[in-house]
């Protein structure tokens, strides 16, 4: 989805060199040394020119300095909820960041899905996922609106039964 910024279906492999060495080690004849993955709808033209604009797009934009210039704040914002109700652990990654949270006992995806349901209330969309909640806002997302999603998030997590 990221390579089209969700427009066209779109999917690549990538390897490290130590994992493409392996494979092509593995021995057999040429045209069995590939990774299998394609399928008759592979490679199609139109989600290709589409992966090809966004990534026009990411460089014309400065997207990928715009977002190692967010992600020191967007770090700092995420990790100011520790301690709020519910947060077990914290982590994240330039733009994306992901709270697990404290099960209610047999049924640990309720609280994830109670928070995500509440937030989307609010106006904002986080995904949940068994026990946790996931962020990954736009990489135009401005300083103001990172604190209008975490303060959400924040009220959020300590009106959480």
């Known amino acids: 989805k990221q390579i089209t910024n969700g427009a066209q279906p779109l999917g690549s492999v990538i390897a490290s060199k130590d994992i493409y060495d392996t494979f092509m080690a593995a021995g057999g004849p040429d045209y069995l040394l590939e990774f299998a993955h394609g ?28 977002v190692k210039a967010l992600a020191p704040y ?44 509440t937030m989307l209330a609010k106006g904002f969309y ?7 909640i996931q962020l990954a806002p736009p990489f135009i997302s401005t300083p103001e609106q990172i604190d209008s999603l975490v303060n959400a998030l924040g009220e959020t997590f300590n009106a959480t039964a």
């Open 39 to 66: 399928y008759t709808y592979s490679a199609h033209p139109v989600p290709c020119a589409v992966g090809l604009a966004v990534l026009d797009i990411l460089v014309r934009e400065h997207m990928i300095d715009r």
């Open 74 to 117: 967007f770090e700092n914002a995420v990790h100011s909820l520790k301690g709020c109700q519910h947060v077990a652990d914290i982590r994240n990654l330039g733009l994306a960041a992901g709270f697990t949270i404290d099960a209610v006992p047999g049924e640990p995806a309720k609280r994830p899905y109670e928070i995500a349901k």
């Open 126 to 132: 986080v995904r949940y996922g068994g026990d946790t």
